[in-house]
């Protein structure tokens, strides 16, 4: 039975700050227990391809986000990030342009730490949030090695990219994607052998790569121009730029 945000502040008594009386380590001892999904399609299994050979790092992504989705000032689900990556190596310096958000994961590592199932994945594989019973615990964000969840600001619990599945399940694309003056980012029903997207990753199958492979989370999100040295490089939440030693 689902536990209210009421209930389990009764457990666990006082918060204070940031911190709560069961540590997170006692709550990835429970990663073993996966909730079941909920909610969602079973028939299908959204995923999203980034091709970084059509992004020319505008952000009209990010900020056709934030306007969709009202998000609070400085916080985003979803931006494009720059990179400035020098090679020993080579000795020479290259700029990145990055797009991230959550990577809806098969295996998503935030799902099973949530201590009252705030946090779900739903049928058709998005990973969701629901604000009602989240209690802020922040246990998601550092689960989260793609570090794509943060509190917000204003309503005090966790937040992050849902690929607008409020938007799909109206018939209409995310905003990122409808948004995007390049076409970079293509999502669809990865279950069906027809969308644009189950025939990309075949006819790219060589090129494509997802971030922190080594994590064995699944992502399901999925680059095409992805420097393999620079898979598990990426870090950080808040930075539109970044620099990155190789």
């Known amino acids: 039975m689902d536990i209210t945000r009421r209930d389990l502040l009764k457990q666990l008594g006082t918060l204070t700050a940031g911190a709560a009386v069961i540590s997170l380590s006692q709550a990835k001892a429970e990663e073993k227990h996966v909730p079941p999904r909920r909610e969602g399609d079973p028939n299908k299994r959204y995923g999203m391809i980034v091709d970084l050979r059509r992004c020319i790092g505008c952000q009209a992504c990010t900020v056709s986000c934030t306007v969709e989705n009202q998000m609070p000032a400085g916080q985003f689900r979803t931006t494009v990030r720059q990179y400035q990556v020098f090679s020993y190596e080579k000795d020479q310096v290259t700029n990145v342009v990055l797009p991230r958000l959550c990577n809806h994961c098969d295996n998503p590592p935030c799902v099973p730490v949530c201590p009252t199932q705030a946090t779900f994945q739903r049928e058709d ?96 999100v999925f680059y095409i121009g992805l420097d393999e040295a620079f898979q598990s490089q990426v870090h950080g939440q808040a930075m539109l730029w970044q620099e990155i030693n190789l």
């Open 125 to 220: 594989g998005i990973v969701v949030v629901d604000s009602k019973i989240c209690v802020g615990c922040a246990y998601c964000v550092q689960a989260c090695p793609y570090e794509a969840r943060f509190i917000n600001e204003e309503t005090g619990t966790a937040d992050k990219c849902t690929f607008c599945a409020h938007r799909l399940e109206a018939g209409l694309l995310p905003a990122c994607v409808e948004s995007c003056v390049g076409g970079a980012r293509i999502i669809g029903d990865m279950k069906d052998p027809n969308s644009v997207i189950s025939k990309m990753l075949i006819e790219f199958e060589d090129e494509i790569k997802v971030l922190k492979p080594e994590q064995g989370t699944t992502p399901q």
